[in-house]
C-alpha cells in the first residue's frame, strides 16, 4: 500500500467513524432529548408511556398522602398551570416537601399520572432545576 | 497580612508568566542562547509563587481568617481541621488558585526535568505552558479573586455544604486537577512541537509520562468520585451522566486515546499528526470540563458557582486556547513528516481503531453533555438529555471497543496474519462463548446489556493475560505488565457493573423495631433508633442486624440521617458492609405517625469490582510508568543538573 493512500484510508476510516458516531448520536437524541417535562410540558406533548422521563415541577401544597404501606407517597407536581399525580415507592430525599421544587424520574402512566422510581430534590436551599426555574418565571409573569 | 501575601505572590507569578512568554518568544524566533536560557529559571519561580499563594490561602482556611470573604463564605470554626484543609479548594476560587498552582509547579517540574526535548522546542512548550497560565491568572485576578477581605469580618463563618463534608471528596478535586494539567502540560508540548515542526518520536517520550501521569490520576478520581456519589447520595447508583461527571470523564477518553496513541509515536514513529490533534483536543477537554463545572451553567451537585461573569471569561479562554491551537495545527500540520506506514491488521491498526471508538464514544458524550446547553441559547428551550441517551448511543461502542482491546495486544507491530492473530485469540473467544453459555443457564431472563457485559469481561479478562503467554514472567518489562493489569482491571470493572445492574435485589419496607426482612441472601432486622451528636451535626442512628440465611454470622450495620445546622442540611448517611461477593447497603428515612421506620436495603452483588477494577486500571498505569522512568535512566545518559 501506498503511504498516500493508507493516509487517505485512515482519513477516511476517521470520517465513517465520526459520521457514525453523530448518526448514533442523532438518532438518540431525537428519542432522548425531550428528556425532561414540565407538567405544561407533558399535557400538550402527549408523552409517550412506558419512557424513562424526568417530572419537574413543584410539589403542590397539602397533596402529598402516605399509603398505609409507610413506603408509598402520592403528590401532585405542579407548574401553576398544569397538575400530574405521582406515585412514588421509596424514601423521599430529606428536602422533599410541599411548595418546594421537585425533579421526578419515571414513567408515565396511560392515564396520564405518573409513576416515579426516583426523586431528586434540590440539594440545599439554592437549588432549583433551571428548567423548573424557567418555567415557574414564566407562568409567574403570565399572572401578572 | 497573609492574605495580601498571598495575593501579591499571585501577582509576580502573574508577571513572571507574562515574562516567561514573551522572553520564550523572542528566544525561539532569535534562537539568541541567553534569552532561551532565561526561561527555564523564570518557569521555576513562577511555579514556587503559585505555591506560596495557595498556601497562604490553605492557612488562611486552616486559622479561619473570617475577614477574608471566601473564608468566610466556605469555613466555620466548628469544622473538623481536614474539612477546614480541604474546604480550601471545596469552592470556586479556591479550586480554581488549585488549578494554576498545579500549572505553575507542573512548568516548573517540566523546566527542572526535562532533559531529552531539543532546546528550542522546550522553550516553546515552556512559553505555551506561560500562555495558559496567563489566562487563568488573568481570571483569577480579575474575576475571583480568593484573598478578597470582606469588613467587617463576621463572627462564624458559613460552613461547607455537609454533602462535601467527605474524606472523600477532599482529594478527589485534587486528583481530577492533577490530571486536567497534566493534559494542559501535553497540550503545551504539542503547541511546542508544532512552532519548531520538531514532532516525532523524542517529543512523543517527552510527552508521555505526563499523559500517563494525568490518566493515573483522572482514572483514580473518576473511580473514587464515582465511589463517593455511591455511598454519599445514598441512591446507591455509581454513574448518573451527571454534566460534571461528563466532564472528568470526557478528558479521560480523549486521554486515554492519546496515551494509546503516543505509544505508536514513540516507539513506531507513526501517527505524528493525529496524536497532536488528541493532545490538543485532550486538554480542550479539560477545558470544557472546567468551564462546565466553574461556569455556573450547570446545576449539578457539584457545581457552587452561578455567575454567568465567570462563564464568559472561562468561554474566551476556551475559545482562545482551543481555537490558537487548532489553528496552528491547521497551518503546520502539512509540514508534519510522514509517519511509518503499517499495515491494516497490525497493533497499529488495532490502536487507530481504538482511538477512533474512543473519540466516537467522546464525541457522543460531548454531543450529549453540551446539546441542552446549545440548545437553550439558540431556541431558548431549556431541556435536558438523561441516561437512556448514554446509555443507548455510547454502550454499543464500549463493547466493539472492549473487544478490540482484547485482540490488539496479542498482534505485532507493523503488520500480521489475520488468521495467526485469530488463533492466539481462539481460547479467550472459547471461554466468552462458554460464559455466554453458563449465564444463560444460570440466570435466565437477564437482560442483553448486562449479559454481553458479563461475556465480554470473561473473554477480556482472559486475553488481556495473553500478551504474558509463553514469556518469562520475571523478565517482562514493567510496562507490559502495566498494560496487562490495566486491560484485566477494564474487564474486573465490566464484570462488577453487569454483575450490578443484572442481580441487584432491593427491599423497601416501613418496619417496626425488632421486625425482620428479606434482602437477597440477607435477613435483615431493625434493632433500634438512637439520636447521636457528631462533631457538627446531629443524627438519628439506627442499628440493623443482618444474617446471612437464618444462622449466619450477625453483621451489625448503622445508617444515619444527619442534621447540620451552618448551612441547614439533612443528609443520608448510608450503611455499606462489604462482603467477599458483594455488598449489603442500607439506608433508613423517616419516622411515620405509626413508629415505622422507613428502610431501604440493597444486595448487590460484586458491586465492589466497578471500583477493585477502576484501581487496577491506575495501578497499572502506575506500572507502566514506573517502568519507563526505569528504562529511560538506565539508557540514557547521566543528566547535567542546572
Known sequence: ?144 | MIAEGGLAALWLAAALAALQLVLGIMGVRSGRTDLLAAVRPVAVVQGVLTLIAFVALIWLFVTVDLSVALVAANDASTKPLLYKFAGTWGNHEGSMLMWVTILGVAGGAVAILERRLNERTLIATLAAQAAIGLGFYAFLLFASNPFARLNPAPVEGQGLNPLLQDPGLAFHPPTLYLGYVGLSVAFSFAVGALVTRDVGAAFARAMRPWVLGAWILLTLGITAGSYWAYYELGWGGWWFWDPVENASLMPWLAATALLHSVTVLATREGLRAWTVMLAVVAFSMSMVGTFLVRSGILTSVHAFAVDPKRGTFILALLAIYIGGALALFGLRVGTVREGSRFDAVSREGSLVINNLLLSAILGIVLVGTLYPLIAESVTGEKLSVGPPYFNSAAGPLALILVAVMAAGPVMRWRRDDLKAVARRIALPVLVAALALLAVILLAPGIRILPLLGLVAAAGVGLASLAPLWKRNLRRTPLFIWGMVISHLGIAVSMAGMAAESAFTRETLVATQVGATHKVGPYIVRLDDVQPIAGPNYTAIEATITARRGEGGEPMILKPETRSFPSPQTETNEAAIKTVLDGQLYIVVGKPDDQGRWQLRAWWKPFVTFIWLGGALVAFGGFLAMVGRIRREIRHAPPPEFI
Open chain 1, 1 to 144: 500500500m501506498k503511504a498516500k493512500n493508507q493516509r487517505l484510508i485512515l482519513a477516511g476510516l476517521a470520517i465513517v467513524a465520526i459520521i457514525g458516531a453523530a448518526l448514533l448520536a442523532m438518532s438518540a437524541l431525537k428519542d432522548q432529548a425531550a428528556y425532561f417535562y414540565t407538567p405544561t410540558d407533558a399535557k400538550r406533548d402527549h408523552v409517550e408511556t412506558g419512557r424513562a422521563v424526568r417530572l419537574g415541577g413543584m410539589v403542590q401544597g397539602g397533596s402529598i398522602k402516605r399509603e398505609a404501606d409507610g413506603v408509598t407517597i402520592r403528590f401532585i407536581v405542579t407548574d401553576n398551570v398544569e397538575t400530574i399525580p405521582v406515585t412514588f415507592k421509596g424514601i423521599v430525599p430529606d428536602l422533599f416537601k410541599e411548595n418546594s421544587g421537585v425533579v421526578a424520574e419515571g414513567k408515565f402512566q396511560p392515564d396520564g399520572s405518573f409513576v416515579a422510581d426516583n426523586i431528586l430534590a434540590k440539594h440545599d436551599e439554592r437549588y432549583m432545576p433551571p428548567q423548573v426555574a424557567g418555567e415557574m418565571h414564566k407562568t409567574e409573569s403570565l399572572k401578572k
